[in-house]
């Protein structure tokens, strides 16, 4: 089955005017689960991979499984005040003011090279964040890697020229 065809579009979440892409009727299908996965794989298995930095929470569902495909470590960047050990923080415009994401301070180290992972690039605040946590602990971002790109958004733009794999483009 075409991969789209298990992304399911919920029309006003969270909020009016929001049509979100619900990645859950994915989830269930151990089918489309392994085409998403195996096409992750393939974009990450180019480079030489150390890290995969899973974005919380939907990041976590597809990066442990990337991480262990690519024999690479895994990296959870949490929301504040979920992690235990020492943080790094960064923050991130919202619409309507900001928010902020943490990771481990040994997660990384100098010169790892990092294939970050999240569900859905919208306009990039996020994507972004993460990479500015893994360059200050000294890692090298290699690959942003996402199940779907929403294109109209221009998150690219607040990636610079960093590479972006997405299986899926809207
Ligand atoms: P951005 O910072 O790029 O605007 O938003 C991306 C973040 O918001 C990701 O962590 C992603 O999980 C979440 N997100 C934004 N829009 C959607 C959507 O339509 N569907 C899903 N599943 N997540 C979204």
Request: charged share 20%.
């Amino acid at each position: 089955m075409n991969l789209e065809n298990y992304i399911r579009d919920i029309q006003d979440f969270p909020k009016p005017g929001i049509v979100f892409k619900d990645i859950t009727p994915l989830l269930l299908s151990p089918e489309g689960r392994n085409q998403c996965l195996q096409q992750l794989v393939a974009a990450g298995a180019k480079h030489p991979i150390d890290k995969v930095v899973g974005v919380e929470s939907r990041g976590f569902f597809f990066g442990t499984l990337v991480a262990d495909r690519l024999q690479a470590g895994f990296v959870p960047v949490r929301k504040p005040r979920k992690l235990p050990f020492q943080t790094l923080s960064e923050s991130y415009a919202l619409e309507y003011g900001t928010d902020s994401l943490e990771i481990h301070a040994d997660a990384i180290q100098p010169g790892d090279r990092v294939l970050i992972h999240d569900d859905v690039l919208a306009t990039g605040g996020t994507a972004a964040a993460v990479c500015r946590l893994v360059e200050r602990l000294g890692g090298e971002v290699v690959l942003c890697s996402f199940l779907m790109e929403l294109t109209f958004l221009n998150g690219r733009q607040q990636l610079d020229n960093r590479p972006i794999h997405a299986v899926m483009t809207y």
